[in-house]
């Protein structure tokens, strides 16, 4: 499996520059400009009521939908992408970036600010929402800076919205001071009025959508789906991404992907593994079953080359068959105690990891799970599947919860 990546290319290239711009020369961009202390509140808080809808329409057949604008929304290609440009009345316009291939919500966020950071001081690097729009996750951040101008230092704020839609895979700007909810309001619209020409993907038998905040601070998401295959087999995607602070200034993002084929009784037939961090590949691991419980894992790990074969001493875990083992034996309390191997090619490539997962309390579903030295809180449903998940961060809490969750596993 390859994990989907981003060219941003182009992407506010200039949006903190140190000679102005009329928006119509670049239609990107809105150059800051210096304003006394006391005006740059107001300026912040700027917002725009509800403007006409304008229909869109790609120049090439390959999409439709609608977006708010004073005007109607022109194109051009570049390299590939097709960049949108909607006037709204203000300095600088809407500009969106339509990617003929999927993107990694993490590696389109660390390209954005890199390229803010070449040219200004960066003052604050943040995601301000996650969230599911048309059953893609869709998250919005924001990079608050300062520019050196002829006239003094000015403050700019470059507004972000990544859209990982495989059909229509989207990434929308805004480089002005304000504005923050009308560019959510414009683009959550825009996302969720678009319809591929395409055949549409087949809907999962399963679906569910978790949140990942540090502190009540959106840092993450995890989209998981389960659909049926040819004799009874089931295949599992998760598509998962992290947007961690490392100061007020800076972010480590992760991607994660990894698909999961197993068989009728829930054993363990194929594995994919993908994980990006800052948008550059770093794990890349594949694990077929060669019979019974020997297995192939082939692929790349922290740049080394890997091959080889290894046997199970018992089943290899997966997503069906544990959620099976909880649901019929750990919280009902026949068992206290389960050890699984499962192989996780994040912390061991070469061979299965044990996992010990442990009953919490006569009531509810709450039961822990310990891999090495991590340990993790987790509450399921009646059906075995995660609905929340605290994970110990130094001296904080990571906690992953469901939001959203529609059919059968």
Same mark, same amino acid.
Request: proline share 7%; charged share 25%.
């Given at each position: 499996?390859?994990?989907? *990546?981003?060219?941003?290319?182009?992407?506010?290239? $200039?949006?903190?520059?140190?000679? %102005?711009?009329?928006?119509?020369? =670049?239609?990107?961009e809105?150059?800051? =400009?210096?304003?006394?202390?006391?005006?740059?509140?107001?300026?912040?808080?700027?917002?725009?009521?509800?403007?006409?809808?304008?229909?869109?329409?790609?120049?090439?057949?390959?999409?439709? $939908?609608?977006?708010? $604008?004073?005007?109607?929304?022109?194109?051009?290609?570049?390299?590939?992408?097709?960049?949108?440009?909607?006037?709204?009345?203000? &300095?600088?316009?809407?500009?969106?970036?339509?990617? %003929?291939?999927?993107?990694?919500?993490?590696?389109?966020?660390?390209?954005?600010?890199? +390229?803010?950071g070449?040219?200004?001081?960066?003052?604050?690097?943040?995601?301000?929402?996650?969230?599911?729009?048309?059953?893609?996750?869709?998250?919005?951040?924001?990079?608050?800076?300062?520019?050196?101008?002829?006239?003094?230092?000015?403050?700019?704020? %470059?507004?972000? +919205?990544?859209?990982?839609?495989? &059909?229509v895979?989207?990434?929308c700007?805004?480089?002005?001071?304000?504005? =923050?909810?009308?560019?959510?309001?414009?683009?959550?619209?825009?996302?969720? !009025?678009?319809?591929?020409?395409?055949?549409?993907?087949?809907?999962?038998?399963? #679906?569910?959508?978790?949140?990942?905040?540090?502190?009540?601070?959106?840092v993450?998401?995890?989209?998981?789906?389960?659909?049926?295959?040819?004799?009874?087999?089931?295949?599992?995607?998760?598509?998962?991404?992290?947007?961690?602070?490392?100061?007020?200034?800076?972010m480590? *993002?992760?991607? *994660?992907?990894?698909?999961?084929?197993?068989?009728?009784?829930?054993?363990?037939?194929?594995?994919?593994?993908?994980?990006?961090?800052?948008?550059?590949?770093?794990?890349?691991?594949?694990?077929?079953?060669?019979?019974?419980?020997?297995?192939?894992?082939?692929?790349?790990?922290?740049?080394?080359?890997?091959?080889?074969n290894?046997?199970?001493?018992?089943?290899?875990?997966?997503?069906?068959?544990?959620?099976?083992?909880?649901?019929?034996?750990?919280?009902?309390?026949?068992?206290?105690?389960?050890?699984?191997?499962?192989?996780?090619?994040?912390?061991?490539?070469? #061979?299965?990891?044990?996992?010990?997962?442990?009953?919490?309390s006569?009531?509810?579903?709450?039961?822990?799970?310990?891999?090495?030295? +991590?340990?993790?809180?987790?509450?399921?449903?009646?059906?075995?599947m995660?609905?929340? %998940?605290?994970?110990?961060?130094?001296? +904080?809490?990571?906690? &992953?919860?469901?939001? !959203?969750?529609s059919?059968?596993?």
């Amino acid at each position: 499996m390859r994990l989907r *990546t981003t060219l941003l290319l182009g992407l506010l290239t $200039g949006c903190a520059t140190t000679s %102005a711009s009329k928006p119509e020369e =670049t239609p990107a961009e809105a150059a800051p =400009t210096p304003a006394p202390k006391a005006d740059l509140k107001t300026l912040a808080a700027r917002e725009l009521p509800p403007l006409t809808k304008q229909r869109v329409a790609a120049p090439d057949g390959s999409f439709t $939908g609608e977006v708010e $604008g004073a005007g109607a929304p022109t194109f051009q290609k570049q390299e590939g992408i097709l960049i949108m440009s909607v006037p709204l009345g203000t &300095q600088g316009p809407l500009t969106c970036f339509v990617y %003929a291939e999927p993107l990694d919500a993490g590696g389109a966020l660390s390209r954005l600010l890199g +390229m803010v950071g070449q040219h200004t001081e960066i003052q604050l690097a943040r995601t301000t929402d996650v969230r599911l729009i048309n059953e893609s996750p869709t998250v919005y951040a924001e990079a608050q800076y300062l520019v050196n101008m002829p006239q003094g230092k000015a403050a700019g704020l %470059a507004k972000l +919205m990544v859209h990982t839609n495989e &059909q229509v895979p989207l990434v929308c700007t805004h480089d002005e001071l304000g504005y =923050t909810e009308s560019f959510k309001r414009m683009t959550s619209g825009l996302a969720s !009025s678009l319809k591929a020409s395409g055949e549409p993907k087949p809907a999962p038998r399963y #679906a569910e959508f978790h949140l990942v905040r540090i502190q009540g601070h959106p840092v993450g998401f995890e989209r998981r789906t389960v659909s049926a295959v040819a004799g009874g087999s089931k295949l599992t995607e998760v598509e998962s991404s992290l947007f961690l602070p490392r100061s007020a200034k800076e972010m480590m *993002t992760q991607d *994660t992907r990894h698909k999961e084929l197993a068989d009728k009784d829930g054993r363990l037939v194929a594995r994919d593994y993908a994980r990006a961090t800052n948008g550059e590949l770093d794990i890349q691991m594949s694990l077929e079953q060669v019979k019974g419980r020997e297995y192939h894992y082939e692929g790349t790990h922290s740049g080394k080359e890997l091959k080889g074969n290894f046997k199970a001493t018992q089943d290899l875990a997966t997503d069906p068959s544990t959620a099976k083992l909880l649901r019929e034996q750990l919280v009902p309390g026949k068992k206290k105690e389960l050890t699984m191997q499962v192989y996780s090619a994040a912390a061991n490539p070469v #061979a299965p990891t044990d996992q010990v997962w442990r009953r919490e309390s006569t009531e509810g579903r709450d039961v822990t799970v310990e891999m090495g030295p +991590m340990k993790v809180a987790l509450t399921v449903d009646a059906q075995g599947m995660v609905e929340k %998940a605290v994970v110990p961060v130094g001296k +904080m809490e990571m906690v &992953q919860e469901r939001v !959203s969750v529609s059919g059968t596993p």
